[in-house]
């Protein structure tokens, strides 16, 4: 089958979860034979607004889209469309549509493409399969969370939605003046990426506790499949597990240093706890919001935390290889982190918090503990508790949970694809 794939930012330029899942995706269906082309935006390049160029990857085709657009410079209003709505993205959309001629078309994500996009698809005939991988089709910043770092309470026809696009933009009084201009131009938002969501003959979603998000908003139970993410195990075993040097129990957070992901949290839970019993190893990239990574730096207990830099995806195992415990933190409802998934895979046990998916994945007693979201002391006493009593090594059931491989996940989503494009139209 010639398959595309359409992802809103790609490696190496973004490592994100679901840009990771992308990756391994292609390769894994290009490895099963099929004939895979990626479609994706990059701010970063130099070329002009709506430029095309085609890369050579590992067994497929990348179409990346350039626009040079930069958020810290642009007003408002042009910021709010370019998050759903850009009609060159959708001219670049058209132009590799028509180059590749796809048998079938999977959507990872829209944001900063154009919602557009799956219309486009099916206006050639074409099956569409969109993976929720957030609530991006539900909520304006795609995490359901609000500035104030409660998780949402509800839209209030668009009102808290305003809000929450508005927090930390504008003075307070100015922002405050704009809100019910603002909740309509969100409440058109909804309705349009909600619109295209639903024109996708299939909704994939990783977790169980997204699909019944989106069951309460109102999207058709029939139409969301459950399909856990797939991770490249070979990629991640490959890494020996080796023992601590210096015996000191060895704590990492993999991931975007973002106040969401509650990195703060762990840093904090780390203030005082015995350098000679216990390392935190942040990993991360550091300019993507310099601000907060001040904050964490500022918070950091230097003699039992370490800030590391980005990880380059193909190197996770490696990491993983040398940690006892992952920490996942988050403040939102998280909906299946692929960190996780590449930690069982890897055999290291995780603390997260017990909110959202994340209470899906990790299983107390078995791969992991959870702890409340957002409180310090609570995690701290985890932590203790690990290094007080060094039995848990023997008293958790790591292999009661297996990750699904990539090539597995790969061969079930053949059977979607083939099962579509046997379908005129797709079905719905």
């Known amino acids: 089958m010639r398959i595309a794939l359409v992802v809103h930012k790609f490696p190496p ?75 060159d993205v959708e001219e670049a959309f058209e132009r590799f549509l028509e180059r590749t001629r796809p048998d079938v078309v999977h959507f990872q994500h829209l944001k900063d493409l154009s919602y557009r996009l799956i219309a486009l698809a099916r206006r050639r005939g074409l099956p569409a399969i969109l993976t929720l991988h957030d609530y991006w089709f539900l909520c304006g910043n795609a995490q359901l969370i609000w500035p104030d770092g409660r998780t949402c309470r509800g839209k209030a026809l668009g009102l808290n939605c305003a809000r ?60 969301l499949v459950y399909l856990e993410n797939g991770v490249d195990i070979e990629r991640i075993r490959r890494y020996p597990r080796w023992p601590s040097p210096d015996g000191r ?3 990492a957070y993999i991931g975007a240093l973002a106040w969401q992901k509650g990195v703060h949290v762990a840093v904090e839970a780390f203030r005082g706890l015995p350098a000679d019993q216990a390392i935190l190893q942040i990993y991360g990239d550091p300019t993507l919001f310099p601000e907060y990574v001040e904050r964490l730096r500022r918070l950091a207990d230097p003699l039992n935390t370490r800030f590391e830099g980005p990880v380059p995806n193909e190197a996770i195992g490696q990491v993983l290889a040398g940690t006892d415990v992952l920490l996942v933190p988050s403040l939102w409802y998280e909906n299946s982190p692929v960190v996780i998934q590449e930690a069982i895979a890897a055999g290291v046990p995780v603390i997260a918090s017990d909110l959202g998916a994340l209470a899906e994945k990790v299983r107390p007693g ?33 292999g009661e949970i297996q990750a699904l491989s990539i090539e597995e996940h790969a061969s079930r989503l053949e059977h979607i694809y083939r099962h579509l494009s046997s379908i005129r139209g797709g079905g719905l």
């Not at 160029?53 to 990348?62: D, T």
């Not at 040079?68 to 910021?79: D, V």
């Not at 909740?183 to 619109?195: E, F, N, P, T």
């Open 249 to 251: 129990l060895r704590f």
């Open 366 to 398: 078995i791969n992991g503990w959870l702890c409340p979201p957002g409180e310090v002391q609570a995690w701290r006493a985890c932590i203790q508790m690990l290094l007080e009593n060094p039995s848990w090594r023997q008293e958790l059931r790591m």
């Open 13 to 87: 330029a973004s490592v994100g979860g679901t840009e990771v899942y992308t990756m391994n995706l292609a390769r894994a269906l290009a490895g099963r034979g099929h004939e895979v082309f990626v479609f994706y935006r990059d701010n970063r390049a130099a070329e002009g607004r709506g430029a095309g160029i085609w890369e050579e990857r590992e067994g497929f085709h990348a179409f990346r889209v350039v626009r040079r657009f930069h958020p810290s410079s642009a007003s408002l209003l042009e910021y709010f469309w370019n998050t759903f709505w850009n009609p």
């Open 164 to 223: 929450c696009a508005l927090e930390g933009r504008l003075p307070p009084l100015t922002a405050q003046g704009l809100r019910p201009a603002a909740a309509v131009l969100m409440q058109i938002r909804d309705h349009l990426v909600r619109g295209a969501a639903l024109q996708a003959n299939r909704l994939i979603a990783p977790s169980r506790f997204l699909i019944q998000q989106y069951i309460r908003a109102g999207f058709p139970a029939q139409r």
